[in-house]
C-alpha cells in the first residue's frame, strides 16, 4: 500500500523551463513533506520541505506547493538547468513525533540543454 | 563536510552467505536509518534507532535480517542468510530531531 505515490516515473524538459513534479499522498496524518534529489551513485540529499500548515515554501529556483485537501503537492524548479537532472523523491512523515520518512518510488527528471 | 559513511560500496555474494553493512552516523546525529531502495518499492525504511534503541524495526524481514548499533559511532545491518531477492542498495541515513536526513552513499548488494 503506497502512502506516497509519485506516478511519473520520469519526465523530461528543456533547460530554461519549468519543471514540475507530483506527488500524492494517502495518509491524513501526515503533517511534514520534504523532496529529496538523488544523483546516480549517491545517496538522497535533502532539497526543499513543507509543513502541513502552510501551502507555498520557496527556495530560489525551486518550490513546493501544498494542496491538503487534495493530499497532493509539487515541486516546481524555474528556470530547469540539465544539473538539475536527477531523481526526485517525495517523502512525508506522520504527526506525533514519529521521524519516520514515508518515500514515494520517485521520478527522473531529464533537463536537455 | 559532515557526511554519513557507509562500507562497503559494493557487495557481490553468494546465496546463503552473512552479508555486514556498516554505517558511520555524523558525530552528534542521535537518530540513524536504514532504507532500502528496489526499483519495484522504492525506498522503503528497515529500521531506526533513536540514541541507539532500536526504536521502529518493522520493515525488516526479522528471520533474516538483524540492525545494531554497538556504539554511536557505528551502526551494522546484517542478513544471514543472504537471498537474491534482498539484492539492492542499501542506504544509512542519520539525524538530530530535525526534519531533513543526510544519506550515505549507500551500498549496492548483489546476491547471486
Known amino acids: 500500500d503506497q502512502q506516497v505515490k509519485q506516478n511519473s516515473p520520469s519526465l523530461s524538459v528543456q533547460e530554461g523551463r519549468i519543471s514540475i513534479l507530483n506527488c500524492d499522498y494517502t495518509?491524513?496524518?501526515?503533517?511534514?513533506f520534504l523532496w529529496y534529489k538523488k544523483y546516480p551513485a549517491e545517496g538522497p540529499t535533502f532539497l526543499i520541505s513543507?509543513?502541513?500548515?502552510?501551502d507555498k515554501n520557496e527556495d530560489g529556483r525551486f518550490t513546493v506547493f501544498l494542496n491538503k485537501s487534495a493530499k497532493h503537492l509539487s515541486l516546481h524548479i524555474v528556470p530547469s538547468q540539465p544539473g538539475d537532472s536527477a531523481v526526485y523523491f517525495c517523502?512525508?512523515?506522520?504527526?506525533?513525533?514519529?521521524?519516520?520518512?514515508?518515500f514515494g518510488k520517485g521520478t527522473k527528471l531529464t533537463v536537455n540543454p | 563536510d559532515a557526511r554519513v559513511t557507509q562500507t562497503p560500496r559494493h557487495k557481490v555474494t553468494e546465496m546463503g552467505q552473512e552479508v555486514t553493512m556498516r554505517c558511520q552516523p555524523i558525530?552528534?546525529?542521535?537518530?540513524v536509518f536504514w532504507y532500502r531502495q528496489t526499483m519495484m518499492q522504492g525506498l522503503e525504511l528497515l529500521a531506526y534507532?533513536?540514541?541507539?534503541?532500536?526504536?521502529?524495526d518493522s520493515g525488516m524481514p526479522k528471520d533474516r535480517f538483524s540492525a545494531e548499533m554497538p556504539d554511536a559511532t557505528l551502526a551494522t545491518l546484517k542478513i544471514q542468510p543472504s537471498e537474491p531477492r534482498d539484492s539492492a542498495v542499501y542506504f544509512c541515513?542519520?539525524?538530530?530531531?530535525?526534519?531533513?536526513?543526510?544519506f550515505g552513499s549507500g551500498t549496492r548488494l548483489t546476491v547471486v
Open positions: 541515513a542519520s539525524g538530530a530531531r530535525g526534519y531533513g536526513y543526510t
Open positions: 495518509n491524513s496524518m501526515f503533517d511534514y
Open positions: 513543507i509543513s502541513s500548515i502552510k
Open positions: 517523502a512525508a512523515r506522520t504527526q506525533g513525533g514519529s521521524e519516520k520518512l514515508v
Open positions: 558525530l552528534g546525529h542521535n537518530t
Open positions: 534507532f533513536r540514541n541507539r534503541a532500536p526504536l521502529d
